[in-house]
């Protein structure tokens, strides 16, 4: 079972720097405060398709992320590790076609996956969702065209568990716990209950993640329209040079 939340957005801002501004959400706390649970941040990949004009990057984040209260609540220690801080990695793909006005990216978790595995995606566009029984017409190509000044996105998020499969049980049975007392503990509830209990935690802080993560892009969008790309990238070059010779 796949439990998935689907919500469409918009941002009173271009789409070029809609973009620059989701590669640029994570870069430090002082440019989006909404981000200090983001430990690091590396670029695994990047290159333009010679053929297409798209860049594909992969980025792998490492961040600071508690488990829902009610899931520690909700399974053994042995699988949660108990409560409290925790660090987790996330892979983020994305690929942009600037020409077309367009990004799909995709991010999702590496640890504690057995217990849920959370993937986001999403679609940035200069064109707003399809709706039923609406039909855009295209823009002639022999007509100039100007840059938008809303960017759309739609984000869908995709929870599964597979605590309690057979895959995991075995997992869990010779790495976790005591076989008898993991096995007992899935009959005893019902694999496909705890499944969709842990699943449905998580979707229900959707609209709370989701809120903090449209908070930190509009607070860098607005900081990139007020200061300008150059002049805000070289003030935080400033200020992380100036605590590093503090430190």
Do not use: C
């Not at 594909?56 to 490492?62: G, V």
């Not at 064109?127 to 007509?143: I, N, Y």
């Not at 065209?145 to 499969?165: A, I, Q």
């Amino acid at each position: 079972m796949v439990l998935t939340h689907t919500t469409n957005h918009s941002y009173s801002h271009p789409f070029p720097t809609v973009t620059l501004a989701f590669f640029l959400r994570y870069y430090s706390p002082q440019l989006n405060p909404f981000s200090a649970h983001v430990l690091s941040t590396d670029t695994i990949a990047s290159h333009v398709d010679p053929d297409t004009g798209r860049l594909h990057t992969t980025r792998l984040h490492l961040k600071r992320s508690r488990m829902p209260a009610a899931v520690v609540k909700l399974l053994p220690t042995s699988i949660t590790g108990g409560g409290g801080d925790k660090s987790s990695f996330v892979l983020e793909e994305s690929v942009v076609d600037i020409n077309e006005g367009w990004m799909t990216t995709q991010s999702r978790n590496l640890n504690f996956t057995g217990v849920l595995s959370v993937t986001e995606q999403q679609h940035y566009s200069v064109t707003p969702p399809a709706q039923p029984g609406v039909e855009v017409s295209p823009l002639s190509p022999s007509l100039p065209r100007s840059m938008p000044t809303n960017t759309y996105v739609t984000t869908t998020f995709s929870y599964r568990s597979s605590l309690g499969s057979r895959k995991e049980k075995v997992a869990a049975e010779s790495e976790d716990a005591p076989p008898r007392r993991f096995g007992s503990w899935v009959t005893g509830w019902g694999a496909k209950r705890i499944q969709g209990s842990i699943e449905s935690i998580a979707s229900n802080k959707t609209e709370d993640q989701l809120s903090k993560s449209r908070d930190g892009m509009r607070l860098v969008l607005e900081r990139l329209r007020t200061n300008g790309v150059v002049a805000t990238l070289r003030e935080l070059r400033r200020r992380e040079g100036k605590a590093m010779f503090d430190a």
